[in-house]
């Protein structure tokens, strides 16, 4: 598949560019057209979901139509550099150390680190999952009834479970119980601070404020919540900047993670819902179909 010379790109279309063997989704923000220093147009370029100092001048060559395709071309890019990563953990030290040193020319030339939307994607029945529950719970007025039958841990417990015997390595071991408690710890953590939608807030605040002993919330929520955590994760992580190294673990990890959500939909998304019972202050808003975030 063939850049943006493909296809003329104007003000406002949206588009992927590629960049340092990564594709990121970009806006266009202004044209050039070709003069006789330069055959090609020229597209000032607005990176999704990144400050404005990191706009800048790209070649047509390098940008993607924004389609099915150019989003798949950007997934392999992701996968294959996942996998490159893997691969380096298993080559001799002297090689690594050669990598390393290559590498480390390399991140002299770019100014920006790996963009962690482009490494993070929701499979399209799962997104559907989030749009059906999104319209239950805000359109309809329904809340889920807790505690699921399959909680947050207990998911998480099942899929550490497969995974391990699917490695004879202990080194695979210590990262897959790694993840699992770094994820059973950020959802307690993001939970009551953006992981619910207004009017679920009163269910919350009588399980966790109105209780004398109340437990943690990845013993309560389910599949729909944490799913709800895979969608802020690439935000937090870079929030929170995570190195590269890191980056990738975690997205290898939550690729497999959403893909096992995926094939087991059927038991872990078989929520119960009930009409909400609390009226609350919290529960109202101009914006009352978005996640809380306080």
Excluded at 186 to 195: D, R, T, Y
Excluded at 259 to 268: A, G, I, P, T, V
Excluded at 271 to 277: G, I, T, V
Aim: net charge negative; charged share 30%.
């Amino acid at each position: 598949m063939e850049g943006g010379d493909q296809k003329i790109f104007t003000t406002g279309d949206k588009a992927y560019v590629k960049k340092n063997s990564l594709m990121y989704e970009v806006v266009i923000q202004q044209v050039a057209e070709p003069t006789t220093e330069s055959t090609t147009a020229r597209y000032l370029v607005h990176y999704v979901s990144w400050n404005e100092s990191f706009d800048e001048w790209v070649e047509g060559v390098d940008l993607y139509p924004f389609n099915a395709e150019s989003q798949q071309l950007m997934n392999d890019l992701r996968q294959q550099a996942i996998t490159e990563r893997d691969t380096e953990n298993s080559v001799p030290e002297q090689e690594n150390h050669l990598r390393r040193k290559r590498s480390s020319k390399e991140t002299e030339k770019r100014d920006e680190p790996l963009d962690a939307y482009s490494l993070f994607n929701i499979p399209g029945s799962l997104k559907r999952q989030l749009m059906d529950e999104w319209e239950t719970v805000t359109r309809e007025r329904m809340t889920l009834t807790l505690p699921r039958e399959y909680t947050v841990r207990r998911i998480l417990e099942i899929w550490a479970t497969t995974k391990l015997k699917q490695t004879d390595s202990s080194k695979d071991d210590s990262t897959i119980q790694e993840f699992v408690n770094g994820m059973i710890e950020l959802f307690n953590i993001s939970l009551g601070k953006m992981l619910l939608y207004r009017y679920e807030r009163p269910q919350h605040n009588h399980i966790f404020y109105e209780s004398e002993s109340p437990p943690e919330p990845v013993d309560v929520y389910g599949a729909e919540h944490l799913l709800r955590l895979f969608v802020k994760l690439p935000g937090l992580v870079r929030q929170l900047q995570v190195p590269e190294a890191a980056l990738l673990n975690i997205a290898q990890k939550s690729y497999e993670m959403l893909r096992f959500l995926q094939k087991n939909s059927r038991k872990f998304f078989c929520p119960q819902y009930e009409p909400l019972k609390v009226q609350d202050g919290s529960a109202q808003g101009e914006n009352e179909d978005d996640m809380d975030e306080e």
